[in-house]
């Protein structure tokens, strides 16, 4: 069955440290990625997604994610965080010729000035 | 803003009582999904809608039921509520018939079952 796994339940990071937040995927075929944030008391948005082609994505908020196939992993990346990036990360699945979307756990963000 | 509005923004209600939620997805959109948001459960999906009829169903207990109308607005109803009915219910559409495109989420309805 598919999955998405968040290892990291709550990351904490100084602002203008780079941000890595981890996501691994258990798929029979190449799956559709996603990454979307939830800041508090709001809905999720996206951030970015993987189809195909290039395996680096960029998204909005200077976010950009990698897809390695051989690592089953979609990570989140942002060289420098803003104390606005607090949030929650949700990394999610889409299974080809279905209307399913999988999440994961999520991961909170904490930024300290 | 992403153009999905639900309402109410919080709800609260008694055990064993019985509440609407309701989407009005972004103009255009002819999918709409239910998700339930809670602690220990994390984002689950409910159900989804396409044009008026029922595409997929997930986790969504028989307590709770949904529709979409005519005008693309959907109602989730919620009945014979319990304690661990309190969540955060999301609302999202899109213009597909999958949301694994690009979903659209609402701000959410946090109900609280007291």
């Known amino acids: 069955a598919q999955s998405v796994t968040q290892p990291d339940i709550h990351i904490t990071v100084s602002e203008g440290a780079s941000l890595e937040l981890r996501c691994n995927y258990s798929?029979?075929?190449?799956?559709?990625l996603f990454w979307y944030v939830q800041s508090p008391g709001q809905g999720l948005q996206l951030l970015l997604k993987?189809?195909?082609?290039?395996?680096l994505v960029q998204g909005i908020k200077g976010f950009e994610a990698e897809f390695k196939r051989s690592q089953s992993s979609f990570n989140l990346r942002k060289p420098s965080v803003h104390w606005s990036d607090a949030a929650e990360y949700f990394c999610?699945?889409?299974?080809?010729?279905?209307?399913?979307?999988?999440f994961g756990t999520g991961t909170r963000l904490q930024v300290f000035p | 803003d992403s153009g999905v509005t639900q309402t109410p923004k919080h709800l609260i209600t008694a055990t064993g009582q019985r509440v609407t939620l309701r989407c009005s997805p972004r103009?255009?959109?002819?999918?709409v999904y239910w998700y339930q948001q809670s602690l220990d459960q994390g984002l689950q999906f409910l159900i989804q809608?396409?044009?008026?009829?029922?595409?997929a169903k997930g986790n969504i207990l028989e307590r709770f039921s949904a529709q979409q109308f005519p005008d693309l607005h959907s109602e989730l109803n919620l009945s014979s509520l319990e304690l661990g009915d309190s969540a955060l219910y999301f609302c999202?559409?899109?213009?597909?018939?999958?949301?694994?495109?690009?979903?659209?989420f609402g701000q959410g309805t946090r109900l609280t079952v007291v």
């Open positions: 999202a559409s899109s213009p597909y018939r999958g949301m694994n495109t690009e979903a659209f």
């Open positions: 798929y029979g075929a190449t799956p559709y």
């Open positions: 993987y189809f195909s082609g290039d395996t």
């Open positions: 999610a699945v889409g299974v080809y010729n279905t209307d399913k979307l999988i």
């Open positions: 103009s255009g959109d002819l999918s």
């Open positions: 809608y396409y044009n008026g009829e029922e595409r």
